[in-house]
């Protein structure tokens, strides 16, 4: 058994998300832990919403409300969101909690006495039109290296380069179109080039294991041949006071400091809330325990450069030498599972273009598992993928209803109807043990894929597996074995044991991907439909008050996603038991009117310009 740290990028407080964020972060990643914690392995898996930083100001100002206000009520909502989805979070926190706050700043102490934060001025871009900093990745130019449009103040996604805001050509704010003032500004830097070696030889033992996504370790790589030290720091009076500098309040920590830092403080909430404040250590610094963190790719500097940077610079592993604080010497990633992105009918997600689909409205529509299949079977694992509603209703009507929901529906009513619960079989014969022995096979090669980051082609390798269960019945046609003549009752209850067997064993493949669905099918086949644990909301107290500043010191409590998934069964077949009894069973999966096509695409697709296109 290993301690698997499974870290999940945070959701963006500014407004709710779209099914194209939880294809990148959440789905995979709940895969994952799902499968890990069956398969014997002790997972924590964290995140929490992302709530400091201009976005949140400008998002709050739009709507008339502070910045607290806008981040409590979209925290909720991203919470709620999450939670019908099933993701499986042991903790599931925000950027806003005191616990937050207090490791945040113990970590920017230690890397900064550990001499890899420098003092330096810099040409800091200012809104015009609100004295406000304005976030690198909100501002847009053409890219100085390569001539592309569109290039962000932080990176150019089309030659991979890292920029600074002065260096696009013909720079402008993505937020009200205004060019940008630069002033002068002194802020705290991560000094990379100081750590540029010690991350180099991370990322080369990272590349001789094998494992990393090639898109993502080449990417990586990229990035040292022009490492800078990064700005830690901005103007702006919303985020965690930077240590030292608290006659200075118009100044905090920026998010590639403050976010990041939340995989370490989210385990360390976990741990205090859990009863035990020492337990995250299993997780951090124990070398044996494997980490993977899961985003889409526009997060990748983050996860491959930035934040080992800090860990590095934390445990005084870089250059300038040093020593690690109280929290010890601190796990890097063992993986960056990066996807790709997700676009919409050709088109890239935009909130503002009208081009979006919210986790919350998809919901209200359409069964969660639905929208887990999807992306599954079609998304962007290792290449940007296309959702399109003509696409979803096929895969669901063609692949979970008549493939999958269709294979349940039609043993449980047999058994039902013929014996009223499990019949105990008779004889196997050839094609009965080549079924079973086929299916129980799949348990191997389903999990190795999801265990290696390869979830389309495990879910493929299950659904193949629906398809000879589904073959099985075509061959052996227990429909027609009628009478009372002993022998076909006898081939008949062989015949329907051995379905049942099959289908038992496929919803347990299937559970990591479909947990809803998990739980109804178990319930048809006569179990108690908690073959799949849920997460839940539970309101908590705050834990660390008198470090937070004033606009948030009077919160009490806060929505957390917790919950105890303990009660998974392990991977690996789990023989029925004959008698079981079988009711009368109802469709998983509801089938889609082929009419909902059009409509849907008049309901999105009405305010989308014609010159939006795709990534």
Known sequence: MSHILSAVAWPYANGPRHIGHVAGFGVPSDVFSRYMRMAGHDVLMVSGTDEHGTPILVAADEEGVSARELADRNN?????????????????????????YHVVQDMFRTVRDNGYMVQQVTRSAISPSTGRTLPDRYIEGTCPICGAAGARGDQCDTCGNQLDPTDLVNPRSRINGETPAFVDSTHWFLDLPALAQALGEWLHEREASGTWRPNVIKFSQNLLEDIRPRAMTRDIDWGIPVPGWEDQPSKRLYVWFDAVVGYLSASIEWARRSGDPEAWRQWWNDPQALSYYFMGKDNIVFHSQIWPAELLGYNGQGGRGGGPGDLGVLNLPTEVVSSEFLTMEGKKFSSSHGIVIYVRDFLSRY???????????????????????????????????????????R??????????????????????RALLASVEAGYSAVGDLIRHHRQKAALAEA????????????????????????????????????????????????SPFLPHAAN??????GGDGRIAPMPRIEEVRELDPQVLPEALADRDSYPVIVGDYSTAPSWGRHQITAGTPVGKPAPVFAKLDEAIVEAELARYTDAIPDDVTGA
């Open 411 to 432: 043993t449980a009513s047999m058994i039902h109807k013929r014996f009223g619960a499990i019949p105990a079989p008779g004889e196997l014969q050839d094609i009965d």
């Open 520 to 525: 109804a099918v178990d319930r048809v086949m």
């Open 367 to 409: 069964q969660a598992d639905a929208l887990r299949y999807f992306i599954c079977a079609a998304g962007p694992e290792t290449a940007d993928a296309d959702f399109t509603w003509a696409e979803f209703v096929r895969r669901t009507n063609g692949e979970l209803v008549a493939g999958w929901g269709n294979l349940v529906n």
């Open 76 to 100: 909720r909502l991203i919470v709620e969101d999450l939670v019908a989805l099933g993701l499986s979070y042991d903790l599931f926190t925000r950027t806003t909690a005191g616990n937050h």
């Open 463 to 510: 659904m193949r597996l629906v398809g000879e269960a589904n073959k099985y019945v075509a061959d052996t046609e227990p429909f027609k074995l009628k009478g009372q003549d002993p022998a076909t009752q006898e081939r008949l209850a062989t015949v329907l044991h051995t379905l049942a067997q099959a289908v038992t064993d496929l919803n347990l493949m299937l």
